[in-house]
């Protein structure tokens, strides 16, 4: 079957369908209804046309009206008393804690001043051999001092803070002044020599540091007082 004759089949079978249709519209008719009383009319009427309506089958018979059942009362409820409790046994208050005993203040003494330290005596210097300083400085002139010795300028020679050169110049003592010996001796080289310096002290008391001998020549600044 082609495409063509198909579609002309569907629209025959259409058409017969349709045609049904619209012979059942217009040739059924619907059933009668009897008239149904309504509120107002009269109660001879109204039950007429009940009963009509009922014998009919359009409106149902009433039947009779239910009754309510009566709602069981509520059970009567016990009031629970509420458990008591006993009262609370009134306790004792605390007594006061004993109070600690006032911390006493301690004695406060007075600040004594440190004690001074009494300067130490210094040692008589007793003449000894000289120190081993001495022997172990190669470079500088053989020493000819000792510490106890009293010794005489030989050339204008200062009186330094320190031992060497470097050291500040506390004053100049000219030719003749005797000095004591009181320590040393110290090897401080210088160049490719070294100079031995002792701790003199003069006649006034005032104390320093001076070369013993020269590292150029064999002179010596200081010799000892025979």
């Not at 080289?189 to 590292?215: C, I, K």
């Amino acid at each position: 079957m082609n495409t063509r004759a198909y579609d002309t089949f569907k629209a025959v079978v259409a058409i017969i369908l349709l045609v049904i249709l619209l012979w059942r519209v217009f040739t059924v008719s619907p059933a009668p209804v009897s008239p149904v009383a309504l509120p107002g009319i009269s109660s001879g009427g109204a039950a007429q046309g009940i009963t009509q309506a009922t014998s009919q089958g359009a409106y149902p018979a009433p039947g009779p009206s239910p009754t309510l059942e009566p709602y069981p009362a509520p059970a009567e409820v016990t009031q629970v008393a509420a458990p008591t409790q006993p009262a609370p046994t009134p306790t004792a208050e605390p007594t006061a804690l004993a109070l600690a005993p006032a911390a006493t203040a301690e004695p406060t003494t007075a600040p004594t001043a440190a004690p001074t330290p009494e300067p130490a005596p210094t040692a008589a210097v007793s003449p000894t051999a000289a120190p081993a300083a001495a022997e172990g400085c190669p470079l500088a002139l053989p020493t000819r001092l000792k510490p106890g010795d009293t010794a005489r300028v030989t050339s204008r020679l200062h009186l330094r803070a320190g031992s060497g050169i470097t050291q500040s110049i506390l004053l100049t003592n000219p030719v003749g002044t005797r000095l004591t010996v009181v320590g040393g001796p110290v090897c401080e080289p210088y160049q490719n020599r070294a100079y031995l310096w002792w701790q003199v002290r003069t006649t006034d008391g005032q104390e320093g540091w001076s070369a013993e001998g020269s590292t150029s020549t064999n002179f010596y600044f200081l010799q000892p007082v025979e």
